[in-house]
């Protein structure tokens, strides 16, 4: 009987499907992040692991749980956590949830965008402060998303999917910074592609950040790219927290560099940069932009099916080791 080790409790969808095909399906018992030696502890023996983006899963990992590992299937469409050359090395699938939570983050990025330009959640704290006295002429003005140009930095599914958002449900001009350029995306959308990061920073009214974490890409917006922005434009990021340099979004924020940010994601989760929490104009959420219902159980599901695949002796079908 296959054994498969899942390190936290997720929806239950994905872990039934590992039951009805019989397998042995340990759910770590504690609502945590497990310590790493609990990690290799824990993964003994496992044919199969269902890890979180909160697990780093490198070679010690894999060792930890022995030569009958055949797969660890990521419940995220990020996949930074693993260390994908060490898979490759011992011959182990790794995969990953794509597609079923595009929708709910491009949805979420536009609830940060909203929020922030239009100050919904900054009026919240007013209203419950007490501070609400009668209507005002000029209390908690924003800013328009309308006619308004949206840089997506990052043109992969959720990134199109946000420029999609933006430009059929509230007009806004598209243009877009990839390592690709999208003839057919630019078509549909009327957009323009940008040649370089700092071209689509100079021109954005809202820049919305949509790559993944790599090398490369760490502080991708830092201090200086901040100053390319224009001080009326807001910055959202719902990919990974280390493509922004905290700090320098910290005092660009302060020092109305720009207008405003809206993030799902931090350097150094959960802890947050020094005076980032202080801070009026950036609106924040605890890495929930996948956080729905239906989303979580589709991704529960597609991790259970990475899974069951691969102990069927095939090729998952998001497998990332190539
Ligand atoms: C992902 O799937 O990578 C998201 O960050 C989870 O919400």
């Known amino acids: 009987m296959f054994k498969v080790f899942v390190t936290r409790q997720i929806p239950e969808e994905g872990i039934n499907m590992l039951k009805v095909k019989g397998y042995e399906v340990v759910v770590f018992p504690e609502d945590r992040v497990m310590t790493r030696d609990e990690l290799k502890e824990n993964v003994k023996g496992a044919d199969a692991v269902l890890s979180l983006l909160t697990d780093k899963i490198d070679a010690e990992i894999l060792d930890a749980a022995g030569a009958q590992l055949k797969i660890v299937a990521n419940y995220a469409v990020g ?17 990953n949830t794509p597609d079923v939570l595009t929708n709910t983050v491009a949805e979420h990025t536009f609830g940060l965008i909203l929020s922030v330009a239009q100050r919904i959640t900054e009026g919240d704290r007013f209203t419950r402060a007490g501070k609400y006295h009668g209507w005002e002429p000029m209390m908690l003005l924003g800013n328009d998303l309308f006619k308004k140009t949206l840089g997506i930095l990052g043109l992969g599914r959720i990134g199109s999917r946000v420029a999609h958002h933006g430009a059929k449900g509230f007009d806004m001009d598209i243009i877009y910074y990839d390592v690709r350029r999208n003839e057919e995306f630019e078509k549909e959308y009327n957009a323009r592609f940008m040649a370089t990061p700092e071209e689509l920073l100079k021109e954005a009214d809202f820049v919305s950040v949509h790559v993944p974490l790599l090398p490369t890409t760490k502080h991708l917006i830092n201090a200086e790219r901040l100053k390319m922005m224009k001080p009326s434009a807001y910055i959202v990021n719902t990919s990974r927290g280390p493509v922004i340099d905290e700090a320098a979004l910290v005092d660009a924020l302060k020092n109305k560099v720009i207008k405003g940010a809206g993030l799902d994601v931090y350097e150094n989760e959960p802890n947050l940069a020094p005076g980032l929490s202080e801070l009026e104009n950036v609106v924040l959420t605890p890495h929930t932009a996948s956080a729905t219902e239906e989303t979580r159980a589709a991704m529960s599901e597609v991790a259970a099916k990475n ?6 002796g095939q090729v998952p079908p998001n497998n990332l080791v190539k």
Do not use: M, P, V
């Open 307 to 312: 899974i069951i695949t691969a102990l069927e």
């Open 79 to 95: 996949f930074d956590n693993l260390k994908l050359d060490d898979f490759k090395s011992k011959n182990i699938y790794a995969s």
